[in-house]
């Protein structure tokens, strides 16, 4: 009985499932001679031997069950192939969707663009837009966006060597802010900027530089009335910037004025 209960208990789980199959034979082995003792001798023995008896072919059957959905499933996702002349076993199969997962990493890891619908992009371009020099209200601070230098390789390698050569071309957005809130004002991390690509894609600062060589232990902390030049740095295609391109940012924790914030680049 209690290893009809075990081979019950681990047959649902894929692959590690075959152990049940042993398990649920013993069980049976045992369970025939416990249920004729139990005909014979009219005692508990028959009631235990039948549920064992049943457990144990119930074991079986969900064990088969649960492993052809599985292989059915891993055969429709391309890692599963049966052997046959000409074809690849299901390991080598495996081991070419394992290589293509690596290599689909490691051209990836570096590339913080994600791309997005066309209609979630259009629906961004649509916002008001405001042009260079707009003084603008992001949660805690006034924002402008003063200049966009579009070739800004040179710059950025100099002040952050570890940024590396550029995918495609870094370019540099400059805001100058002023904040109006209460306690301490850290741009840094109150006004993280991005763009928005033609080719519906949002660039992130992790694809150039988050600070631009400067740590953040040694920026200072603003009190209100105080101006910053906050800098954003971004690897993005020359085909990425045309007139529906925007550069965008947002202070998600402010209290009031919290709504992203669109500019149409210089």
């Known amino acids: 009985m209690v290893l009809a209960i075990l081979a019950l208990l681990i047959c649902w789980i894929?692959?590690?499932?075959?152990?049940?199959?042993?398990?649920?034979?013993?069980?049976?082995?045992?369970?025939?001679?416990?249920?004729?003792?139990?005909?014979?001798?009219?005692?508990?023995?028959?009631?235990?031997?039948?549920?064992?008896?049943?457990?144990?072919?119930?074991?079986?059957?969900?064990?088969?069950?649960?492993?052809?959905?599985?292989?059915?499933?891993?055969?429709?996702?391309?890692?599963?192939?049966?052997?046959?002349?000409?074809?690849?076993?299901?390991?080598?199969?495996?081991?070419?969707?394992?290589?293509?997962?690596?290599?689909?990493?490691?051209?990836?890891?570096?590339?913080?663009?994600?791309?997005?619908?066309?209609?979630?992009?259009?629906?961004?371009?649509?916002?008001?837009?405001?042009?260079?020099?707009?003084e603008v209200t992001v949660g805690d601070y006034t924002v402008t966006l003063v200049e966009l230098d579009r070739d800004a390789e040179a710059e950025v390698l100099d002040r952050d060597p570890s940024a590396g050569a550029p995918d495609h071309n870094y370019v540099i957005a400059r805001f100058s802010a002023v904040y109006n809130g209460e306690g301490d004002g850290r741009p840094w991390l109150d006004l993280p900027a991005e763009l928005v690509g033609t080719d519906n894609k949002i660039y992130s600062v992790m694809g150039c530089s988050m600070s631009l060589g400067m740590r953040t232990v040694d920026q200072e902390l603003l009190s209100k009335g105080d101006t910053v030049t906050q800098e954003a740095c971004f690897d993005v295609p020359d085909s990425a910037l045309g007139e529906d391109s925007r550069l965008s940012m947002r202070m998600i924790l402010a209290e009031q004025n919290n709504d992203e914030v669109f500019w149409r680049l210089p």
């Open 14 to 134: 894929p692959l590690v499932n075959f152990a049940s199959f042993p398990l649920a034979a013993v069980a049976v082995g045992l369970g025939i001679p416990a249920l004729v003792k139990g005909l014979k001798g009219r005692n508990i023995a028959k009631p235990l031997s039948i549920a064992a008896l049943s457990i144990a072919a119930l074991s079986m059957v969900a064990a088969i069950v649960v492993n052809t959905v599985v292989v059915d499933s891993l055969r429709d996702a391309g890692l599963w192939e049966d052997n046959g002349p000409g074809t690849e076993t299901s390991a080598e199969s495996f081991a070419e969707f394992l290589e293509e997962s690596e290599e689909l990493s490691e051209s990836a890891q570096n590339d913080y663009a994600y791309e997005y619908s066309a209609g979630y992009i259009a629906e961004k371009v649509a916002q008001p837009a405001n042009a260079a020099g707009d």
